[in-house]
């Protein structure tokens, strides 16, 4: 992959990949350095690319790592024909990648406002934000428990959740603050899993909160992150919302916020 630094926008930081891992035939993840000046906030997303025919070819991708961390990560499906994705699940450890310089988002939690249980609904790769908000110690200082539900088509799509949650757990900084207080919970929609169903459905049919021993989404106690496809983010919403939460932002804080997956 060459790249000429005369061409790289002022916008973008060159970074170098230090780890790639190949989840599926359609999802991987990878890591790359951290430039100093680098600051986020868990949850957050940023623009990511390459150069392409001499021009920056970026998307917006969630960073999937702490703010802690010393490096960022990063988790993506791969599109055949996606411009971008079709390039970047080629990267190998020691390429140079593009990498905005300013992360912003509302899956954080200064849009959120206190309370007691917090929700991080995804599918698919919306899970990615989760990824950083369930390793980040302010989660735990704010929310006395934490649910991560992942939904995905097939079994194998599952196994990046569930590694990032194990890997949590085991972690020599956060795993002691996150033990017996981070719920993961999982279900498939085309294959066969010890539990099937859209969220949605689960969530409808009172299945999460029997299975979670907990009550229905309460707008005094409990806050919601949505991350998945436009039509999951719909109709979770609508969800959260007819249970009396209301959508936060960074300027106004409230009891639910959504965003979209990165999907091309
Ligand atoms: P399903 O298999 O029933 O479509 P995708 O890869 O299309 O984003 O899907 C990821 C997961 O999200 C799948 O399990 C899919 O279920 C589920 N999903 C798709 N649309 C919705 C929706 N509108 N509400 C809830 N879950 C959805």
């Known amino acids: 992959m060459e790249m000429k630094p005369q061409t790289i926008p002022g916008s973008v930081n060159l970074v170098t990949v230090v780890d790639v891992h190949h989840w599926t035939e359609t999802l991987f993840s990878f890591r790359v350095t951290r430039p100093d000046s680098f600051r ?11 150069m392409v025919n001499g021009k920056p070819l970026l998307r917006a991708y969630s960073v999937a790592s702490p703010a802690w961390d010393h490096e960022l990560d990063f988790y993506s499906i791969k599109v055949q024909d996606g411009p971008l994705t079709s390039r970047l ?9 593009l990498l905005g310089k300013k992360p912003t988002g509302t899956l954080v939690l200064d849009a959120l406002l206190p309370g007691k249980t917090l929700y991080l609904l995804s599918t698919g790769t919306g ?35 569930e590694k ?14 996150v033990d017996g207080r981070l719920i993961h ?30 009550s229905p989404f309460n ?18 919403k609508a969800l959260v919302e007819a249970a009396g939460l209301e959508e936060g932002s960074n300027a106004k804080p409230g009891q639910f ?4 997956a990165f999907a091309g």
Do not use: W
């Open 40 to 50: 986020f906030r868990s949850g957050e997303f940023v623009m990511i690319g390459l």
């Open 89 to 97: 699940q080629k990267i190998q450890v020691g390429d140079e990648i």
């Open 127 to 161: 899970i990615a934000p989760f990824a950083s908000v369930i390793r980040d110690p302010d989660t735990y200082e704010r929310f006395e428990r934490v649910v991560l539900t992942h939904t995905c088509r097939t079994v194998p799509e599952l196994a990046y959740g």
């Open 164 to 177: 990032l949650v194990a890997d949590t757990i085991n972690d020599p900084l956060v795993g002691e603050m």
């Open 185 to 214: 919970y999982t279900s498939t929609t085309r294959e066969d899993h010890p539990r099937t169903g859209r969220i949605t459905d689960l969530i409808a049919n009172g299945k999460l909160f029997t299975d979670l021993g907990m």
């Open 219 to 236: 707008p005094e106690t409990d806050r919601v992150m949505i991350c998945g496809s436009m039509a999951m983010l719909n109709d979770t």
């Open 257 to 260: 916020v959504i965003e979209k």
